[in-house]
């Protein structure tokens, strides 16, 4: 199973670039990243999945090295609307690839705060 | 128009009542989800179903019978409820059973007095 670590919480202001960075130590080969975002009273909502490299869409990036070890998304211009929680999850994307709650696990996520 | 859609959104109820709470999602997906969200914001998979089929049952109590009659809809039936049950239920649902993008729904927040 492969677990992920995040920090608990992170502060910054409006305008910055935000790094969240998150380990998984143990990936496996068929594993892919994927990060979430949830603001209060509301369920998650799919920011971006990767397996290596960078990957960029409209809201952020993702960035992962070459041992997949770790993997780090990126804010742009972060404003006070993207206060919210984010969480980075491992798992086979593959259909019928089994793996009970591999890849489902959410974990307590990285509480982000922006202020003005 | 709302791709996974709960209910209901609130639901407060005595110990030891049954309840059921209903979940729908129009986007044709194969595979939907249960999920809880306890008071310390962890939110952990319940159950997970693939075109009708029971393909994901975690650790959860018996009292919690998860149903799907057509691959649309993945209803929550919870019997004799206790006041750990207190959280909020989300449903979510993806287009095939890999760990690919799930879409969620609003939540349902169960108060058990």
């Known amino acids: 199973l492969a677990k992920t670590t995040q920090p608990i919480s992170m502060d910054s202001y409006e305008g910055q670039e935000v790094n969240i960075t998150c380990s998984h130590n143990n990936i496996a080969t068929n594993d892919y990243i994927t990060w979430y975002q949830q603001f209060p009273s509301q369920g998650p909502r799919f920011i971006i999945q990767g397996y290596k490299t960078k990957v960029t869409n409209e809201v952020a990036s993702l960035f992962i090295p070459a041992d997949r070890k770790s993997s780090t998304l990126s804010l742009p211009r972060v404003s006070l609307s993207d206060t919210a929680v984010y969480y980075c999850?491992?798992?086979?994307?593959?259909?019928?690839?089994?793996?009970?709650?591999?890849?489902?696990?959410f974990g307590k996520g990285t509480h982000l705060i922006i202020q003005p | 128009d709302t791709a996974v859609s709960q209910t209901p959104k609130y639901l407060v109820t005595q110990m030891g009542n049954d309840k059921s709470i209903k979940c729908e999602q129009n986007l044709g997906h194969d595979t939907m989800y249960w999920y809880k969200q306890d008071s310390k914001k962890f939110l952990k998979i319940m159950f997970s179903?693939?075109?009708?089929?029971?393909?994901i049952n975690e650790t959860v109590p018996n009292r919690f019978s998860p149903k799907s009659p057509d691959k649309a809809h993945l209803n929550l039936h919870i019997n004799s409820l206790e006041l750990g049950d207190s959280a909020v239920y989300f449903c979510?649902?993806?287009?095939?059973?890999?760990?690919?993008?799930?879409?969620f729904g609003p939540g349902t927040r169960l108060t058990v007095l």
């Open positions: 979510a649902s993806s287009q095939t059973s890999g760990r690919n993008e799930q879409f």
């Open positions: 999850l491992v798992g086979d994307i593959r259909q019928n690839s089994g793996g009970g709650a591999d890849g489902l696990t």
């Open positions: 179903y693939n075109n009708k089929e029971l393909i």
